[in-house]
């Protein structure tokens, strides 16, 4: 069973297409955070978001966190032909000590030119 | 700064053949450690973690094994490959504490014949 689901799974749209991506879950976790991963690379952290609500700007990329903190959206405006890739989603939840970052299911971003 | 260094890249080898693949971060000491397996293009599957030397913890049933026989080394090991481990595997580190963000390293690509 995973526990974060994205959607879409793929997606494919125009240069300066605005577009959104979804993590969803049934938990809540005490902080989210947001990847983007390459072909032949590992994934490469984007953002952090803790407090519910709250909303993070990374140029082009705006990040929210669900209020009740079991979800959370990437919106990318413009988009661009860089921002291709595999974006994932993490929710972090449980004690240290033990596993406590569960990965979403992916979402594959390609930006036609 | 930290560094994360996984290899080899690529690997083909034969069905029933061992598998040691290597993974070493620099930088940080007593780092949580992760071993994932990614099908193409989709979220990652944990397959191990370890939040010390010598403790590790499996979260799939499979013809894999961990082991850390030192603070910054983290090795995945079989000793009969099958078809079905073909994929792209990453190892990741994090600092301990719950939603602390993971660093994965370039990942190796695993191809069995």
């Known amino acids: 069973t995973q526990l974060l689901e994205q959607s879409p799974q793929f997606l494919s749209i125009q240069e300066g297409e605005n577009l959104t991506v979804y993590c969803n879950s049934s938990?809540?976790?005490?902080?989210l955070q947001w990847y983007r991963q390459e072909p032949g690379e590992g994934p490469v952290l984007l953002v952090t978001v803790v407090t519910g609500g709250e909303v993070k700007k990374l140029k082009r990329l705006t990040f929210q966190f669900g209020d009740a903190r079991k979800d959370s959206s990437l919106h990318i405006t413009a988009a661009q032909p860089g921002d291709t890739g595999l974006y994932l989603c993490a929710g972090a939840r449980g004690p240290a000590g033990a596993n406590n970052l569960f990965f979403g299911t992916g979402t594959r971003l390609t930006v036609i030119p | 700064s930290q560094t994360i260094h996984q290899w080899p890249a690529t690997l083909v080898q034969p069905v029933g053949s061992p598998l040691s693949l290597e993974c070493t971060v620099e930088g940080t000491s007593n780092p949580n450690l992760y071993w994932y397996r990614q099908a193409a293009g989709r979220g990652l599957q944990l397959l191990f973690y370890?939040?010390?030397?010598?403790?590790i913890s499996s979260e799939v049933p499979q013809n894999l094994s961990a082991s850390r026989p030192q603070d910054r080394q983290f090795i995945l090991s079989s000793k009969k490959l099958l078809l079905s481990d073909s994929g792209f595997y990453l190892c990741?580190?994090?600092?301990?504490?719950?939603?602390?963000?993971?660093?994965f390293g370039d990942g190796t690509r695993l191809s069995i014949l």
């Open positions: 370890s939040v010390g030397i010598g403790q």
């Open positions: 938990s809540v976790f005490s902080s």
């Open positions: 990741a580190w994090s600092r301990g504490g719950v939603g602390q963000p993971q660093h």
